[in-house]
């Protein structure tokens, strides 16, 4: 099972990327899954998260209308588009699944994730 993040890079402050987050060797179609960003030297901090269905969403104060995750599963991959880019935005980038299925409690804490990508980092110049 592999989650594989990618679309990190380098941007100028309030450009805009797209990550994408696609799973291979199982299907996530019944997980919520989310996205977490750990800056150097600070802790893994929540991101945004979405159900399984993708009718639901939750987002830190941080991104909140700058960011918006979404998921296509036909295709086992999730979205963050991040928009209007800030340079405390600069971090690695992780995407992760949900332990349980159709199960959307407790987004926003790592510990109910046990699936998780590699991280693409992502850079914003001032």
């Known amino acids: 099972v592999q989650l594989q993040a990618s679309g990190g890079g380098l941007v100028q402050a309030g450009g805009s990327l797209r990550l994408s987050c696609a799973a291979s060797?199982?299907?996530?179609?019944?997980?919520?899954m989310g996205w977490f960003r750990q800056a150097p030297g600070k802790e893994r901090e929540f991101v945004a998260a979405i159900s399984w269905s993708g009718v639901s969403t939750s987002y830190a104060d941080s991104v909140k209308g700058r960011f918006t995750i979404s998921r296509d599963n036909a295709k086992n991959t999730v979205y963050l588009q991040m928009n209007s880019l800030k340079p405390e935005d600069t971090a690695v980038y992780y995407c992760a699944a949900h332990r349980a299925r159709w199960d959307f409690s407790s987004s926003t804490y790592k510990d109910v994730y046990n699936y998780w990508g590699q991280g693409t980092l992502v850079t914003v110049s001032s």
């Open positions: 060797g199982r299907t996530f179609s019944d997980n919520a």
